[in-house]
T-cell receptor, first 111, second 113 residues
Framework: QKEVEQNSGPLSVPEGAIASLNCTYSDRGSQSFFWYRQYSGKSPELIMSIYSNGDKEDGRFTAQLNKASQYVSLLIRDSQPSDSATYLCAVNMGRDDKIIFGKGTRLHILP | DVKVTQSSRYLVKRTGEKVFLECVQDMDHENMFWYRQDPGLGLRLIYFSYDVKMKEKGDIPEGYSVSREKKERFSLILESASTNQTSMYLC????????????FGPGTRLTVT
């Protein structure tokens, strides 16, 4: 069974601090990795894609991938109340164009 | 910008009705997907399509069918709606040209009474 695991949270982080969201996946052959942000009642919005080991930065967001450990993370620097949302980790496990989604981590930024 | 649109934001139907949910994308993506999202269960794939007239079952296809007559349009059909199909329905499109990233429409909140 192909799986993507995330801690459901809620993860509470003070405003201005770094929020760290983690995800593990079961298939070592996975090729593509994504982070989506989903506000309550809205659809998921793609915020980061990462395809190779290491870090990828985009503004306040950094995605980190470690294929040997089957681990992907998202760091949000200078957290803002508007970052409060559910963050979905998603993985393409290489055999087709389907993406397997985790169930998401609820992030709450404390003003 | 990628744009995926869905025909309705909110829909209320009666048990036994046939329900059509439409999805249109404007980015010439070859892949299109239908998911449903329920609290505690996350996103579950119902059907997907790699090309016009192609369809593949996802994880929970029972009670649903799909149609893809044009590349930009992917329809989800509930043949005979039941109360356990009350859910948020999300359409997405994607392409190997963009690393299999998927882009979602705004969703349709379907209530079956």
């Amino acid at each position: 069974q192909k799986e993507v695991e995330q801690n459901s949270g809620p993860l509470s982080v003070p405003e201005g601090a770094i929020a760290s969201l983690n995800c593990t996946y079961s298939d070592r052959g996975s090729q593509s990795f994504f982070w989506y942000r989903q506000y309550s009642g809205k659809s998921p919005e793609l915020i980061m894609s990462i395809y190779s080991n290491g870090d990828k930065e985009d503004g306040r967001f950094t995605a980190q991938l470690n294929k040997a450990s089957q681990y992907v993370s998202l760091l949000i620097r200078d957290s803002q109340p508007s970052d409060s949302a559910t963050y979905l980790c998603a993985v393409n496990m290489g055999r087709d164009d389907k993406i397997i989604f985790g169930k998401g981590t609820r992030l709450h930024i404390l003003p | 910008d990628v744009k995926v649109t869905q025909s309705s934001r909110y829909l209320v139907k009666r048990t036994g009705e046939k329900v059509f949910l439409e999805c249109v994308q404007d980015m010439d993506h070859e892949n299109m997907f239908w998911y449903r999202q329920d609290p505690g269960l996350g996103l579950r794939l119902i059907y997907f399509s790699y090309d016009v007239k192609m369809k593949e079952k996802g994880d929970i296809p029972e009670g649903y069918s799909v149609s893809r007559e044009k590349k930009e349009r992917f329809s989800l059909i509930l043949e005979s709606a039941s109360t356990n199909q009350t859910s948020m329905y999300l359409c997405a499109s994607g392409s190997v040209r963009v690393g299999q990233e998927q882009y979602f429409g705004p969703g349709t909140r379907l209530t079956v009474t």
